[in-house]
């Protein structure tokens, strides 16, 4: 009876323990909030982790509007120094495309990218009154 009830018991936490490591993986997805192209089109990004390690080969965003008509787009990486100042990463290459709703999951390459930084990910709409960029959460991208 206490081989069964400690077997039962050690069954119940390991299963308790996959599950909470399982949410970690699947909740490290951040959007943005909504951020105003222009009067009700608004539109917002997504990355698939906050935090990317040396072994990370790309980042893969996602934006999606509301209110929007169908709006041309171009994604790229803007790197944060140490005072705020933001800088175009020149060593990944821009992807772009066009959308009304939601974006296909598109991939930022990280392979040329020599130094860790912190960044967020612009993406410029070309929305009902122009040009307009967007950005995503903070992100840091180590190499």
């Known amino acids: 009876m206490k081989k069964l009830l400690k077997g039962m018991i050690t069954t119940i936490l390991l299963t308790v323990l996959a599950f909470n490591f ?8 951040t959007w943005s909030s909504w951020q105003t192209v ?3 089109c608004k539109v917002r990004v997504s990355t698939d ?3 990317y390690t040396s072994n990370a080969t790309s980042v893969d965003v996602q934006a999606e509007s509301t209110n929007c008509p169908r709006m041309d787009y171009q994604m790229d990486i803007w790197g944060i120094d140490s ?5 175009m990463i020149d060593a990944i290459n821009p992807t772009t495309g066009y959308f009304s709703y939601r974006t296909p999951v598109k ?3 990280l392979s040329n990218l020599t130094y860790s930084t912190q960044a967020k990910v612009r993406v410029l709409v070309d929305g009902p009154s122009g040009n307009k960029a967007v ?3 903070n992100i840091m991208i180590y190499r």
């Open 135 to 137: 950005w995503s959460n």
């Open 38 to 40: 222009s009067g009700s």
């Open 22 to 29: 399982s949410s970690i993986e699947t909740s490290a997805a």
């Open 107 to 109: 991939k930022l390459y």
């Open 49 to 51: 982790y906050s935090v």
């Open 83 to 87: 005072t705020g100042y933001t800088f």
